[in-house]
């Protein structure tokens, strides 16, 4: 099983509409949470943190189950601007009492007129 | 406010022949990695940095290797390139992971590296 996992997608949605992904984790030890988003052929970059309480930017929400062992992110009135590869973030305790952050492999999503 | 270079964007390289890439960070951050990055999977670790003068293995550092004698460069080398490191390669750089998560990662731009 992998330690962070994602629907790949890709997912097709009309502008204006709500989507929302999923992204599983498989240790219970996990300790921050984050998604990124990459455009084609771009680097990732940091979308939102995403805190217990649950957090929102504008159109964006974030929330985390450490029950489940999964974050959600929400979007809202999708944009054409909106399509991009979402990039689940976990970071984590490393064997050594360091750390480890590990990168799902992205959800697609592609927003049409 | 440059964040994070990387140098080349783009090379061709022949099975055995060698390059380093070049990542230079202007955030004062303390940690560095390189990423490669190939269709389909997630962002692997090659190697990363805690601090000047220090490396460490990450979750594929096989063909690799690194340097950071400056805090804001990390080096990372190809000493015989094989088809197989064909690949996106993204340099990053953070805080110390605790000291202000919400902050993340930085990344630059990457290299698209060819082996042939």
């Known amino acids: 099983r992998k330690e962070v996992e994602q629907d790949p997608g890709p997912f097709n949605v009309p502008e204006g509409a709500t989507v929302a992904f999923n992204c599983t984790y498989s240790n219970s030890a996990s300790q921050s949470f984050f998604w990124y988003r990459q455009d084609c052929r771009k680097e990732p970059k940091l979308l939102m943190s995403v805190y217990s309480s649950g957090n929102e930017d504008g159109r964006f929400t974030a929330q985390l189950n450490r029950a489940s062992q999964y974050i959600s992110l929400l979007i809202r009135d999708s944009k054409l601007s909106d399509s991009a590869t979402y990039l689940c973030?976990?970071?984590?305790?490393?064997?050594?009492?360091?750390?480890?952050?590990?990168f799902g492999a992205g959800t697609r999503l592609f927003v049409k007129a | 406010n440059a964040g994070v270079t990387q140098t080349p964007k783009f090379r061709v390289l022949k099975t055995g022949q060698s390059m380093t890439l070049l990542c230079a960070q202007d955030?004062?951050?303390?940690?560095m990695y390189w990423y490669r990055q190939d269709p389909g999977m997630g962002l692997r670790l090659i190697h990363y940095s805690v601090g000047e003068g220090t490396t460490a293995k990450g979750e594929v550092p096989d063909g690799y290797n690194v340097s950071r004698l400056k805090k804001q460069n990390f080096l990372l080398g190809l000493e015989s390139a094989a088809p197989s490191q064909t690949s996106v390669y993204f340099c990053?750089?953070?805080?110390?992971?605790?000291?202000?998560?919400?902050?993340?990662?930085?990344f630059g731009s990457g290299t698209r590296l060819t082996v042939v």
């Open positions: 990053a750089s953070s805080y110390r992971p605790g000291k202000d998560e919400s902050y993340g990662y930085t």
């Open positions: 955030m004062n951050h303390e940690y």
């Open positions: 973030v976990v970071n984590m305790g490393g064997e050594d009492g360091g750390f480890k952050t590990i």
